[in-house]
């Protein structure tokens, strides 16, 4: 189960991203900040 945040990040009012690519967006932007805390 995703958490309330989660919920409310990936069904934001004015987006037109499809809700397929949330979970790639998710996961780059935690790769992005794993990479930010191994650097």
Known sequence: MPSTLE???VT???SR???ILY???LLC???TTLSAFCV
Request: hydrophobic share 45%.
């Open 12 to 14: 934001p009012h004015r």
């Open 29 to 31: 932007l935690r790769v």
């Open 7 to 9: 919920i409310n990040f």
């Open 23 to 25: 979970p790639f967006i």
């Open 17 to 19: 991203t499809p809700i």
